[in-house]
């Protein structure tokens, strides 16, 4: 059997790489030059079983609100006429409900577990290199309501089967050192040791390596436009070849297509699946150099009362943040980076170089509940495996597991709805 795999990011490369391992022929197109250069180029590089919660919950109506009348909030939006981000708004609001964000909560759970084992796996069989670090996630809390919330998630972790650890500050310190100089900000902390972090971008990279040695084609600067729907009930996709002399449209045929395309997916599942609600919504990075390394953290961050995650990739500190919904612009715009400056020189300080910072922004590929889109179309040679949002790098190895199992037919290994 030969598939096309449509993306060339961290879901489509591990998808390529679980299709490969079942012994079939793969090709995947990119349309840039090259590979992972979308959502998950700089992201805040953390493999976060414990943040199983969507960002639909019954809190969000209240903080998104809030955030309009405040332009440092960590979620930014200006109501304005757009029916695609109307109707994901709505849809967004439905799935804050109560119920619908628990059962949200437990088919992330399930894949989010599923796949730090499939992560595992990969990496100590494939001997991937990309920064990785596997000492667990601090969940940071600096302030009252937000520990509140954060004792109350801890629980709900333990009862999903995620080990979570209440710290007091000083048990935090204990854990991470590089906080002691901090702790007059920290109302308590959460430990979940099982959680990792690493470089997206470099995993991808080496994994796509992976790929090509074990057969598989890539296929950069090739983009994918529309389907031609044939008589015998398929679908065939149409792609543009953007180094070609030419640069006119053809049909690459194959047995079956996997759409792995992030934000670009919607687009591209329109014809075959309706309004497909993969929504961008804009994320901010820092990447900066260390220069002295005992003061920067080595376990991953998340400051619960900020919304800022924080990463040591080597000797480079990531910070990461912001949810705003502004299209699909991946522009970085300086107001929105402010806040992780800010949160930056408050942490790291001059044990960092300021005057090297990369600053970045990339597009989320968010469904309104959080759960990303995993399996049949209408047409029976075409998969999607797409809509990650936040969690696309925790998500990755196991989807693409996953995606790999339906496509051949083996029963489910997970609790998860996938679409048939
Ligand atoms: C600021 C920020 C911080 C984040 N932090 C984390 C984190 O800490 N942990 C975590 O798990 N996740 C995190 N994420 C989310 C994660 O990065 C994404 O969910 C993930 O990258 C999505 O992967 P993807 O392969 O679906 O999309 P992408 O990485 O965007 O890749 C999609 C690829 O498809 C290609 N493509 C699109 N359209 C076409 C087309 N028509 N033809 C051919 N190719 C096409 C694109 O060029 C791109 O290369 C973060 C995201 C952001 C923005």
Redo the contacts with the bound molecule.
């Keep these: 059997m030969h598939l096309v795999i ?7 490369i591990t998808t390529a790489w679980a299709c490969r391992q079942r012994g079939w022929d793969v090709t995947v ?4 030059e090259s ?14 079983v414990s943040h199983p919660h969507p960002w639909s919950n019954p809190q969000a109506p209240r903080i998104a609100l809030e955030s309009l009348f405040n332009p440092d909030a960590p979620f930014h939006w200006q109501p304005k006429w757009d029916c695609a981000e109307a109707r994901w708004l709505a849809r967004f609001l439905r799935e804050c409900l109560p119920e619908r964000h628990r059962r949200n909560t437990r088919a992330i759970a399930a894949l989010s577990k599923f796949s730090l084992a499939v992560l595992r796996r990969w990496r100590s069989e494939l001997a991937l290199q990309y920064d990785a670090v596997t000492r667990g996630i601090l969940h940071l809390f600096c302030d009252e309501r937000a520990w509140q919330q954060g004792k109350a998630h801890a629980a709900e972790l333990v009862e999903l089967g995620i080990r979570a650890v209440l710290c007091t500050p000083d048990e935090a310190i204990a854990i991470e050192p590089a906080l002691a100089p901090h702790r007059d900000r920290l109302f308590g902390a959460v430990h979940a040791p099982e959680d990792e972090s690493g470089d ?1 971008h470099a995993f991808t990279l080496a994994l796509a390596e992976r790929c090509a040695a074990a057969g598989v084609t890539i296929r950069t600067q ?4 529309g389907w031609q729907f044939r008589a015998d009930g398929r679908a065939y996709l149409r792609i543009r070849e953007q180094a070609a002399s030419s640069a006119s449209e053809r049909t690459l045929d194959a047995d079956g297509y996997i759409l ?6 919607r687009a ?1 599942a329109h014809p075959l699946l309706g309004d497909v609600p993969i929504h961008p919504v ?4 820092l990447t900066l150099p260390i220069c002295e390394p005992e003061r920067i953290p080595t376990v991953s961050l998340t400051d619960e009362s900020h919304r800022i ?1 924080a ?1 040591r990739l080597g000797n480079r500190w990531r910070i ?3 949810a705003e919904l502004a299209g699909m612009d991946d522009r970085p715009d300086p107001a929105r980076l402010a806040p992780l400056y800010r949160w930056g020189r408050q942490w790291g300080g001059d044990a960092v170089d300021w005057s090297q910072v990369e600053a970045w ?5 968010m469904t309104p509940s959080g759960v990303p889109l995993i399996g049949a179309t209408r047409y029976p040679n075409v998969w999607i495996n ?1 809509g ?9 190895c196991g989807s693409a597991e996953a995606i790999a199992g339906v496509i051949a037919g083996e029963p489910p290994r997970i609790a998860f709805p996938f679409l048939v």
Excluded: D, F
Aim: charged share 5%; glycine share 22%; aromatic share 4%.
């Design positions: 449509i993306g060339g990011g961290v879901i489509g197109i990119e349309a840039n590979l992972a250069r979308g959502a998950c180029y700089a992201n805040g590089a953390q493999i976060s997206a090739t983009v994918a436009t792995c395309a992030g934000v670009g997916s591209l804009k994320g901010y990075s995650v990463s990461a943040g912001t922004a990339g597009l989320r590929p797409s990650h949002g936040s969690l696309g790098w925790t998500l990755a």
